[in-house]
């Protein structure tokens, strides 16, 4: 993540945006680390982390996760809510129609959207319309960002779109949209949203509940620099371990992990180890995301968990779950009912 670096035209907005609010500008650059003349410029570049950390001090200082571009405000910690709910789906199919339900509850529709699924392709509309908070369309771009960005993190690869659609006129600073979609854009057009293949419906979830709590650490400014493609070996892994669990089947052994993935088990570990993990903390993290969401469900008893995440014994499933959490499963279960 180091070496990502954002357009200083995005740290421009938002300066101008935190002045219009009647916000510190000088304080929030200053904790940000960034200088002043990097805040007048939109040809430049900045630092990922620094873009992060001035995001989040507008998250801060506006007490609202929409940070003060739609006419309401977002209570903060909204969107970590919603990524949990959305990532207990088995496919991105489900993840999006998760994600549409509990949005529409919102009283703000901005963060919110509709899925229209056609024969090929799928068309996410976004609930968001242009105002005179976000004259640089900030938040639309932001918003279209976030919803090919999330899903695709979410199955461990990128999302190629077909096409990106947007409620409003071609803005002066269009050239970034390359950058930031790699797909035709049109503009004043019914609605804001995007268009990809159906097929990435049927793709599994991949990533954890602990993974979340990292990307959400580093996603504000993640969703504005262009993204590489992410196959790892331990999305393969990962995707192999959730079916077993949701089939109620045993893992399948790891040497035959390997031969799926054609490789022989020493290079799918140097692989991991290069991706900074191992087969065993894919496994245990696979385990606790499927353990914490089980417990909830009263009617399964902790034996039966620790049964479907792969554990003979009760016991052993009880160690290895506070292990994992600082907690028994009773505990657990007690303090989620």
């Known amino acids: 993540m180091k070496n990502l670096q954002v357009s200083t035209h995005y740290t421009a907005v938002l300066i101008r945006h935190a002045q219009a609010l009647g916000l510190d500008s000088d304080g929030i650059l200053t904790r940000s680390g960034i200088d002043r003349s990097l805040a007048e410029l939109e040809n430049q570049w900045i630092s990922n982390e620094s873009m992060t950390r001035l995001i989040k001090e507008i998250w801060a200082a506006t007490d609202d996760e929409t ?4 006419p309401s405000t977002t209570r903060r910690g909204t969107w970590a809510i919603a990524c949990e709910f959305m990532l207990e789906a088995d496919t991105l199919g489900e993840l999006l129609r998760r994600g549409a339900r509990f949005l529409e509850f919102m009283p703000e529709t901005a963060i919110g959207f ?11 509309h976004s609930g968001y319309q242009p105002n005179d908070r976000d004259i640089d369309y900030f938040f639309a771009e932001f918003l279209l960002a976030l919803w090919s960005r999330f899903p695709g993190w979410a199955i461990g690869e990128t999302i190629h779109l077909n096409h990106a659609f947007c409620n409003y ?23 804001t949203g995007i268009g990809f293949h159906r097929r990435y419906l049927e793709k599994p979830i991949v990533r954890t509940i602990e993974e979340l709590k990292g990307w959400l650490r580093n996603s504000p400014a993640d969703l504005l620099y262009t993204p590489g493609r992410e196959s790892s070996v331990q999305s393969h892994l990962k995707g192999e371990l959730r079916r ?18 054609c490789m022989s088990p020493q290079v799918v570990r140097r692989r991991l180890a290069e991706e900074d993990t191992s087969y065993q903390k894919i496994k245990d993290s696979i385990r606790c995301d499927a353990a914490r969401r089980m417990l909830t469900n009263k009617d399964l008893s902790i034996a039966d968990v620790g049964a479907r995440t792969g554990f003979s014994e009760t016991a052993a499933f009880s160690r290895a779950f506070k292990k994992w959490t600082g ?7 007690s303090k989620k009912s």
């Open 244 to 261: 077993a669990i949701k089939n109620a089947s045993p893992f399948p052994a790891f040497e035959a992990l390997c031969e799926r993935l």
């Open 327 to 333: 907690q028994s499963p009773a505990q657990y279960r």
């Open 169 to 191: 006129p071609r803005p002066p600073h269009v050239t970034l949209y390359s950058e930031l979609l790699h797909c035709d854009v049109a503009f004043d057009q019914p609605s």
């Open 67 to 70: 940070m003060g571009f739609q």
């Open 114 to 124: 509709t899925l229209e699924e056609k024969e090929h392709t799928v068309l996410l």
